[in-house]
T-cell receptor, first 113, second 108 residues
Framework: SQTIHQWPATLVQPVGSPLSLECTVE??????LYWYRQAAGRGLQLLFY??????ISSEVPQNLSASRPQDRQFILSSKKLLLSDSGFYLC????????????FGPGTRLTVT | GQQVMQIPQYQHVQEGEDFTTYCNSS?????IQWYKQRPGGHPVFLIQ?????EVKKQKRLTFQFGEAKKNSSLHITATQTTDVGTYFC????????FGTGTSLTVIP
């Protein structure tokens, strides 16, 4: 069966510090991968999605970047965090064929102080 | 641009009452998906509807996809405390979007 891992679960970082969040998927090949951000009590904002290694689409201009160095690895990064980067970051995967349901990881709760 | 709105944003119900959340898109959707997010948790896929006018049931949950494929609803019969959480619709028009969500509180 497929599983998706995210780490760390929680993170407190000072403003201006770098960020690296990692997401890995097991049990599937060539998945579509997604990064979402959810502010407290709010909806899901799609940040990036990827249909293959090295292929990244950005949905919202921001202080963040994403990379997919391996088929089942998706990384969210920032060189300098802003206060507004605080939130709940969720990684998700879906099958590559047509519009399929998404399966979410447990998320990383980021607080920028 | 495409928007997917949900109403209400918040709903408090007594345990045993029914609950409905509505999802409305500004564009025609090829499909609609529903997710549930428990407090502190991550969204979990519930169901996908594809056909115009489609109705699907999962125990006490009834999902409908509108005839014009621009709206959908989720109805929960006789809510229980385990139904607490935020319910999101998601659909693909020009792009794939999640709705704004409806947060359900069930009062025992």
């Amino acid at each position: 069966s497929q599983t998706i891992h995210q780490w760390p679960a929680t993170l407190v970082q000072p403003v201006g510090s770098p960020l690296s969040l990692e997401c890995t998927v097991e049990g599937t090949s060539n998945p579509n991968l997604y990064w979402y951000r959810q502010a407290a009590g709010r909806g899901l904002q799609l940040l990036f999605y990827s249909v293959g290694i090295g292929q990244i689409s950005s949905e919202v201009p921001q202080n963040l970047s994403a990379s997919r160095p391996q088929d089942r690895q998706f990384i969210l990064s920032s060189k300098k965090l802003l206060l507004s980067d605080s939130g709940f970051y969720l990684c998700a995967w879906s099958g590559a064929v047509r519009v399929r349901e998404q399966y979410f990881g447990p998320g990383t709760r980021l607080t920028v102080t | 641009g495409q928007q997917v709105m949900q109403i209400p944003q918040y709903q408090h119900v007594q345990e045993g009452e029914d609950f409905t959340t509505y999802c409305n898109s500004s564009t025609t959707l090829s499909n609609i998906q529903w997710y549930k997010q428990r407090p502190g948790g991550h969204p979990v896929f519930l169901i996908q509807l594809v056909k115009s006018g489609e109705v699907k049931k999962q125990k006490r949950l009834t999902f409908q996809f509108g005839e014009a494929k621009k709206n959908s609803s989720l109805h929960i019969t006789a809510t229980q405390t385990t139904d607490v959480g935020t319910y999101f619709c998601a659909g693909k028009g020009n792009q794939f979007y999640f709705g704004t969500g409806t947060s359900l509180t069930v009062i025992p």
